[in-house]
Every structure is written in structure tokens, then in C-alpha cells.
């Protein structure tokens, strides 16, 4: 079988290679895949059974984030820089102080007093779209939600979330010819943040507010504070990290509904019982974030090959969260799926999507108020499917509300 894990017209044309991960993770489920040259990707191996992404993911001594960044050298160098100080890019002890730090805004308690707006903003976005003749799932459901969440939490103005949407997707679709972003772009977009961080900051410490970003600009109990540049470089994470991910997490999940009808009507049939276990499923199944890199720090072996010190190692969500030996049925859609150890929030340890228990949240409430509202939805014409091999993401899913009863 001729393998391809980074080719972004495979992925606009028909989503994450699912066949070609199933022969990986059946023969070679550490491989090494070919570099790119033409866009300066180095050989890589390609890790593709739950085992192994849960093993690299809980190792960051053996397996690095820091020495992730060395993929991106076409990246300008004033990007490159604000990479790497990302907590996202960075192993312990660096991250540990940083994760502690904000974590105090995502624990499971924080987070539940978010549930009444996140409530109030899907039937506010819903009743925005119901009547009309045409509705954009991605444009006017998918994509406003979490933009309109962000700006809670950082107690922006709602009017700033077109400007948010703007700045994630010069930082994500560099790949995608409809936004036709450059490097240098994406480099004045992730400034951009960076600058509006800095004045939210300066107005929070004026004016200080109980919102997430006020409490993350205090010191913890340890006295511990956030520098400026962190909390600089925390924003400009959540504006790409929980918005991206959310918007297709909740566009693939409503293709998957339209893909397995008999879902959606289970669904509809008792939107409360199943929203939640619904949330977990469509993470599996959609898999929005596609891979992850690290660095090996050192020789080692991961399924019986021998990696060596300074390899890339990329591990695949999508291909793990189908493995035969851990999911019953991988390839079904099943919204009551329980236990569900999927990893699409990533493998364990560290990194492990600080925003999994607000992502969950979000796509409960509105598929159980989607469910609830408008039980008949229908597909209209095709979806669009972002090019790129780093998310699975829709741009466009075309949808019919009014057939509602
Ligand atoms: C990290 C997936 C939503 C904030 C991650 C990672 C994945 C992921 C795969 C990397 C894990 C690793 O390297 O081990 C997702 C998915 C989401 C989602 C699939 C939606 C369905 C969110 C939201 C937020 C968020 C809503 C915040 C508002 C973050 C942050 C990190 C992260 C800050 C970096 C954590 C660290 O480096 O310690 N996410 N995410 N994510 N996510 Fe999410």
C-alpha cells in the first residue's frame, strides 16, 4: 500500500486516510514515512495504535514537545519564537508551573458554571437561523459557539469575535487556498493576538472582573502569577486551540448524524440520556485534532523499532481512536458508547487538552438543544472539507432547519 499521511488533498477530498491507517496499525504500526522535501518535512515516524500515542504522549522525557518546532523552519523567525514559548511547545518543568497556572480557569467546577450561557448562546445562535431559507452549519452554528465561549472567557466584547475567527484561521488554513494564508500571515495574525492579549490584560488589571481571564492574571495561592508574555501567549493559544478544534468537532459530528440517521433519531428520541455519551463519541469519530509531533530526546525503541535521538515522532488521534484492539466496532457510530477511552483530547500526561471538560460541555448542550429544536434537520448539498493534514475540519455543510416539526 502506498502511504501518504500528509497529503492535504486527501484529506479536503475524503477526511484522515482511515484505510491506510488501518493497514499501519494491522503491519507497521510504527512506520517510518518519507519526508517531504518540498515543504522541508524531514522523515518521520508515524505512530498509529492507542498503545503507542498513549505511551509517546506519557513520556515527554523520552519524547519532547519542546523540540517539536524544529518541523517548522519555513516559519518565520518572529513566529518561530513565539512557538516556542508556548506552553504547548514546552516539557516540564517549564510547562508544569505554566499548566498549574491556568488550569485554576478549566477545573470540572469552573467550568459547569459555564453551562446556563453556553445554554443561552446555541438557542440564541438557533434562533438566529431558524426560517431561513439557507443555513451554513459551519458558518452559522459550528463556528460562532465557541467563538462566542472564548469571548466569555476572556470577558472580550462579543463584537471582537469576528476578529477571532479572522486570526484562527490565518493561524490554521495556511494549507487551504479559500483563505489563502501565507507564513507571513499567519506570523501578523499570531502578533495580532498577541497585541490584543497585551490591551486585555491592561484593561483587566484597570478594571478587574471574576471572568477566567481576570482570575488567571491573579496570583494563585502560592503567590504564583502568570507573567505578562505568558498570559500573552495563553491567549493566543485559546483563540486557535479551543476554537478550531470545537467548530469541527460539532461540524463532523453533524455530518456524522446525516452519515447514520438511525444516530440522530436515537438521539432525538431522548436528547438528555445521550447527549453526553453523544459529546465523547463524536470526539472518536471525528478525531478533530489529526497528529501531533514530538522529538525523541534519546535512543529508544517504541513497537520493536529502533528510534533514534533527534527523530520526529508524529502520533495519529484518529487512526488510535479507531483501534480494533481497544473499540468494539471502531467503524460504528454509536452515540451510546460507554466506556469510551478515545483519546481525540490527546494520549495522557502534560499536554492533555486543557480545554477537553469545556469542548465536552459545548457539544453536549448543543446537540441535545439541536436535537430538541429541530429534530427533522436535514442535509442540503455537500460538505467542504478544510485542506490540511493538521485538523480534520469542514468548511462548509449546507443544512435544511425548517422541516422541523
Ligand atoms: C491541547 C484536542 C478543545 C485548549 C490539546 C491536544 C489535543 C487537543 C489533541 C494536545 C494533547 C497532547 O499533546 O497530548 C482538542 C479537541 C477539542 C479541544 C479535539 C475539541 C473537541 C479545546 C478547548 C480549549 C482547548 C475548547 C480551550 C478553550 C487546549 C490547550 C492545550 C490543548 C490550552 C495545550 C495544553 C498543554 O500544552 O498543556 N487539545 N482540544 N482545547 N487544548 Fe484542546
Given at each position: ?124 445562535l438557533l434562533d ?79 478594571s478587574p472582573r ?100 533527534g527523530d520526529k ?93
Amino acid at each position: 500500500m502506498i502511504i501518504n499521511l500528509v497529503d492535504p488533498d486527501g484529506h479536503a477530498k475524503s477526511g484522515p486516510p482511515h484505510g491506510q491507517f488501518r493497514w499501519l496499525r494491522d503491519n507497521e504500526p510504527v512506520f517510518r514515512h518519507p519526508g517531504d522535501l518540498a515543504n522541508d518535512w524531514p522523515d518521520f515516524w508515524a505512530v498509529t495504535r492507542h498503545e503507542h500515542v498513549v505511551q509517546v504522549s506519557r513520556n515527554p522525557g523520552l519524547f519532547s514537545s519542546h523540540r517539536r518546532l524544529a518541523l517548522f523552519d519555513e516559519l518565520p523567525e518572529a513566529e518561530r519564537e513565539i512557538q516556542r514559548l508556548m506552553m504547548i511547545n514546552q516539557d516540564p518543568p517549564d510547562h508544569t508551573r505554566r499548566r498549574a497556572l491556568v488550569n485554576r480557569g478549566f477545573t470540572p467546577r469552573v467550568i459547569a458554571r459555564l453551562e446556563k450561557h453556553i445554554q443561552e448562546i446555541c438557542e440564541m445562535l438557533l434562533d438566529d437561523v431558524e426560517g431561513r431559507d439557507e443555513v451554513d452549519f459551519v458558518r452559522d452554528v459550528a463556528a460562532p459557539l465557541p467563538l462566542y465561549v472564548i469571548c466569555e472567557l476572556l470577558g472580550a466584547p462579543v463584537e471582537d469575535r469576528d476578529k477571532l475567527f479572522n486570526w484562527s484561521n490565518r493561524m490554521i488554513g495556511t494549507d487551504d487556498p479559500d483563505y489563502a494564508t501565507t507564513p507571513q500571515d499567519n506570523a501578523d495574525a499570531a502578533t495580532e493576538i498577541y497585541s490584543y492579549a497585551t490591551r486585555l490584560a491592561a484593561e483587566r488589571r484597570e478594571s478587574p472582573r471574576d471572568d477566567i481571564a481576570g482570575r488567571l492574571l491573579r496570583p494563585d495561592e502560592n503567590g504564583e502569577t502568570l507573567s505578562d508574555e505568558e498570559f500573552n501567549l495563553f491567549v493566543l493559544l485559546l483563540v486557535v486551540a479551543g476554537n478550531e478544534t470545537t467548530r469541527n468537532a460539532a461540524s463532523g459530528g453533524m455530518l456524522a448524524f446525516f452519515d447514520n440517521p438511525a444516530e440522530w433519531d436515537r438521539l432525538v428520541a431522548d436528547p438528555a440520556g445521550l447527549a453526553a455519551t453523544a459529546a465523547d463519541e463524536i470526539v472518536r469519530w471525528v478525531s478533530p485534532v489529526n497528529m501531533f509531533r514530538r522529538t525523541a530526546t534519546a535512543d529508544t525503541v517504541l513497537g520493536g523499532k529502533q528510534i533514534s535521538e533527534g527523530d520526529k515522532v508524529v502520533v495519529f488521534y484518529p487512526s488510535a481512536n479507531r483501534d480494533e484492539s481497544v473499540f468494539a466496532s471502531p467503524e460504528v457510530f454509536d452515540i451510546a458508547r460507554d466506556p469510551n477511552p478515545h483519546i481525540g483530547f490527546g494520549g495522557g500526561g502534560a499536554h492533555f487538552c486543557l480545554g477537553n471538560h469545556l469542548a465536552k460541555l459545548e457539544l453536549r448542550v448543543l446537540f441535545e438543544t439541536l436535537a430538541r429544536r429541530f429534530p427533522r434537520i436535514t442535509q442540503t448539498g455537500e460538505a467542504r472539507r478544510l485542506r490540511s493534514n493538521f485538523i480534520n475540519g469542514i468548511k462548509t455543510l449546507p443544512v435544511d432547519l425548517r422541516q422541523s416539526s
